[in-house]
Every structure is written in structure tokens, then in C-alpha cells.
């Protein structure tokens, strides 16, 4: 049974960070690309960052680029964003989710992805 779980999520305050990490079972981790998403109320889920599977290739959605940072471990089955300087505007559900496959490019479509996990709530206030 694969299994994605999210954790990390929570409540921070404008200009805080948080760090999300995904905990992976039932698949073979180190064969997998990795993506993180997420989906404010009323708007479509859309990509956060993504990241193949050795980690030799990252990318990261303008909106956070050089604030968020995506990032993998792939003897623990893990893959991690870190999240910094955040604002209200990153306040959404995030999502982690698997995509088969041993590319050295990344994906950023929704419907390219696999598995997802249950997802976790990240709210910044102002």
C-alpha cells in the first residue's frame, strides 16, 4: 500500500517558516520524482516545487522561488520543502506526490503525478 504523509504544516505568521516534509511507504523512493503542490481555497492546485529522483535537478514555481527550497533523502524516504520568509499569500493546503520514474528533468503538471498525499494546512498570518 503506498502511503504519502505530510507533516509540518501549521500556523506562522508573516515572514516565518515552516519546514514540510513527506514521509513515503510502499513504493520504491529512489525511483521516483517528487513534486509539491498546493491549493488555496476557491483556486486549482498548482505546482510549488518538484524535484527527480536523485535531487540533482530541482525547480521551483516563481512565485517562491528563492524562498522555498525542495529537497529529498532518499535513504530515509522522505522529501522535504522548506519554506521561508512566508506571507499570506502561500496560505493553502500542500501536497506532496510521487511520479514514476528515473528522468533527470522535472515535471510540473498535476495529472503527471501518480500518488498524492492527504495534504496539510500551512496559514500565514499578517
Known amino acids: 500500500q503506498v502511503q504519502l504523509v505530510e507533516s509540518g504544516g501549521g500556523l506562522v505568521q508573516a515572514g516565518g517558516s515552516l519546514r514540510l516534509s513527506c514521509a513515503v511507504s510502499?513504493?520504491?523512493?529512489?525511483?521516483?520524482?517528487m513534486g509539491w503542490f498546493r491549493q488555496a481555497p476557491g483556486k486549482e492546485r498548482e505546482i510549488v516545487a518538484a524535484?527527480?529522483?536523485?535531487?540533482?535537478?530541482?525547480y521551483h514555481t516563481i512565485p517562491v522561488r528563492g524562498r522555498f527550497t525542495v529537497s529529498r533523502d532518499n535513504a530515509k524516504n522522505a522529501v522535504y520543502l522548506q519554506m521561508d520568509s512566508l506571507s499570506p499569500e502561500d496560505t493553502a493546503v500542500y501536497y506532496c506526490?510521487?511520479?514514476?520514474?528515473?528522468?533527470?528533468?522535472?515535471?510540473?503538471?498535476?495529472?503527471?503525478?501518480?500518488?498524492w498525499g492527504q495534504g496539510t494546512q500551512v496559514t500565514v498570518s499578517s
Open positions: 506526490a510521487a511520479r514514476s520514474g528515473r528522468e533527470s528533468i522535472v515535471v510540473v503538471t498535476t495529472r503527471s503525478y501518480d500518488y
Open positions: 510502499g513504493l520504491p523512493f529512489s525511483n521516483y520524482a
Open positions: 524535484i527527480n529522483w536523485s535531487g540533482d535537478t530541482t
